[in-house]
């Protein structure tokens, strides 16, 4: 018979593990670069959006500087005064505009260093200019400030917005270039992921193939090792039954024996001892000796008579059930002095002898048990024909069925109640005992009519 080698256990538990650890690492992995795509991604965003917000603030700062140097250039009555105001609101433009750049520069290395130089320069250079400018030493102030303004100013601030322009053009580009390297970023993770999923499941559905394999083989196993314990059990039953029916002949046989022969003989002896204690006569000792040799005779005869009725009742085959099961009781109640009483229904038609056979020997053996372990005082037996079964239920009045261990207990597996189920089973039917300590026991059995009958 086939049995799977233990390292089938173990490879599927090894193809399990593995598939466990590539799903762990996977999902780690994957979770990470996840995570890392997403910081990256808000990374680049924050950068390109504060270069954005930091060319914007160039652009409007430097444009707001303009329109200082436009009103300090314009201003007629009271020009230093504005001219004082301008040169501190340019200075504090320039601070502002100064520290955005280097505090930009420090994350931002997209945009080459010279072209922030060249943006930086042109900003000192027009800052520069619009101070010195904002206060011109001139008698015409308006002619004046037009020329400075079309001339130096706003020259320097197209300059600057040129500058800004190529700066936002070239994060622009970064930003581009960034997001479609982080694309094909996230591309080649999904395609590992593809890849890594693909080969889970290719190894799962391989670990599945063997696991199927392992269990059919498993399955086929049990199912054999079922059939032959059904096999077994079959040919145990089987032989029990043949061995019940020998052991049946056998007490017929033997019973027969002894009621014929040794009964046939003792009545014999007895006989010729009744003759020969006529012929003797007078003498009284020869007399006395005789009729002690019959006593022992008779008495003889009696126990070879009931070890007969015991062993295969001759009246069972004669009479039926109901009078040997009455017969058996009044010997019983004789033998223990425990009352007994027979309820019968329905018992009119003989049953089939196997039937009366394993109700005889249910009581018997029940009777046996209340005698030997029960300690009880009363015992009836309920014998009840039904249409297409009979019902025999043994109680009594004892002490009940003791916990296991008790060693003054009534075995329930006992050989006696063995033999009782191996019979009912034999012919179909149900057996049962029931009974708690100080309750009494009932013992029941069922046996199916239509089935022997049609046997």
């Given at each position: 018979?086939f049995r799977?080698?233990?390292t089938?256990?173990?490879?599927l538990?090894?193809g399990?593990v593995v598939i466990?650890a590539?799903?762990?690492a996977?999902t780690?992995?994957?979770t990470?670069?996840?995570?890392?795509?997403q910081?990256?991604s808000?990374?680049i965003h924050?950068?390109f959006?504060?270069?954005?917000?930091?060319?914007f603030?160039?652009?409007s700062q430097?444009?707001?500087?303009?329109?200082?140097?436009?009103d300090?250039l314009i201003?007629?009555?009271?020009p230093?005064?504005?001219?004082?105001v301008a040169?501190?609101?340019l200075?504090?433009l320039?601070?502002?505009v100064?520290?955005?750049l280097?505090?930009?520069?420090?994350?931002?290395?997209?945009v080459?260093?010279?072209t922030w130089?060249?943006?930086?320069?042109e900003?000192r250079?027009?800052w520069?200019t619009?101070?010195?400018?904002?206060?011109p030493e001139?008698a015409?102030r308006v002619?004046?400030?037009q020329?400075?303004l079309?001339?130096?100013?706003?020259?320097?601030?197209?300059?600057?917005?040129?500058?800004?322009?190529e700066?936002?053009?070239i994060?622009?580009?970064?930003?581009?270039q960034e997001q479609n390297?982080l694309?094909n970023?996230?591309?080649?993770v999904r395609?590992?992921?593809?890849e890594?999923t693909a080969?889970?499941?290719?190894?799962?559905?391989?670990?599945a193939i063997l696991a199927t394999?392992?269990?059919g083989r498993?399955?086929a196993t049990?199912?054999?090792d079922?059939?032959?314990?059904?096999?077994?059990?079959q040919?145990?039953?089987?032989?029990s039954?043949?061995l019940v029916?020998?052991?049946?002949?056998?007490?017929?046989?033997?019973a027969r024996?002894?009621?014929d022969?040794?009964?046939?003989a003792l009545?014999?002896?007895d006989?010729?001892?009744a003759?020969?204690?006529?012929?003797?006569?007078i003498?009284?000792?020869?007399?006395a000796?005789l009729n002690?040799a019959?006593?022992?005779?008779?008495?003889a005869?009696?126990?070879v008579?009931d070890l007969s009725?015991l062993?295969?009742p001759a009246?069972?085959?004669?009479f039926g059930?109901?009078?040997t099961?009455?017969w058996?009781?009044?010997k019983?109640?004789?033998?223990?002095a425990?009352?007994?009483?027979?309820?019968?229904?329905r018992l009119?038609?003989?049953?089939?002898?196997?039937?009366?056979?394993?109700?005889?020997?249910?009581?018997?053996?029940?009777?046996?048990n209340?005698?030997?372990?029960?300690q009880?005082?009363?015992?009836r037996v309920?014998v009840?024909?039904l249409?297409s079964?009979?019902?025999v239920?043994v109680?009594?009045d004892g002490?009940?069925?003791?916990?296991?261990?008790d060693?003054g207990?009534a075995?329930?597996d006992g050989?006696g109640?063995?033999g009782?189920r191996e019979?009912?089973?034999?012919?179909g039917?149900?057996f049962r005992?029931?009974?708690r300590?100080?309750?009494?026991t009932?013992?029941?059995?069922?046996?199916p009519?239509?089935t022997?009958?049609?046997?």
């Open positions: 018979m799977p080698h233990p089938i256990k173990s490879a538990l090894a399990f466990f590539v799903w762990l996977s780690y992995y994957f990470a670069r996840l995570a890392e795509s910081t990256r808000a990374a924050a950068r959006v504060r270069g954005q917000e930091l060319l603030t160039v652009r430097v444009l707001l500087g303009s329109i200082y140097v436009r300090a201003e007629v009555n009271e230093s005064a504005a001219a004082a040169r501190d609101q200075r504090n320039q601070a502002q100064s520290q955005e280097e505090q930009y520069e420090s994350v931002d290395s997209a080459a260093s010279a130089a060249r943006l930086e320069d900003l250079d027009y520069e619009a101070v010195r400018l904002a206060a001139s015409d002619a004046t400030a020329t400075l079309h001339t130096q100013v706003i020259p320097k601030r197209d300059v600057i917005v040129q500058v800004s322009d700066i936002r053009q994060m622009a580009n970064a930003f581009t390297e694309s970023a996230n591309e080649q395609r590992r992921l593809w890594t080969v889970a499941v290719v190894f799962g559905f391989g670990v394999w392992y269990v498993l399955e049990i199912h054999e079922h059939a032959e314990v059904e096999r077994n059990r040919e145990l039953q089987r032989l039954g043949r029916r020998a052991q049946e002949d056998e007490r017929r046989t033997i024996e002894l009621h022969e040794i009964g046939q009545t014999a002896v006989v010729e001892l003759v020969a204690e006529r012929a003797v006569g003498d009284g000792r020869a007399a000796a002690e019959r006593t022992v005779t008779q008495r005869l009696g126990s008579r009725q062993l295969r009246m069972l085959d004669d059930l109901p009078d099961l009455k058996y009781l009044r019983f109640s004789d033998r223990t425990v009352r007994t009483e027979l309820i019968e229904d009119t038609e003989r049953l089939p002898i196997d039937v009366e056979v394993c109700v005889y020997r249910t009581v018997q053996e029940a009777l046996s209340v005698s030997r372990h029960a009880a005082t009363a015992c309920f009840q024909r249409s079964s009979l019902i239920t109680e009594d002490r009940g069925l003791q916990p296991e261990g060693a207990g075995r329930r050989l109640l063995v009782i019979r009912v089973v034999d012919l039917g149900t005992i029931e009974g300590s100080g309750t009494g009932r013992l029941t059995i069922e046996l009519l239509a022997v009958e049609r046997a």
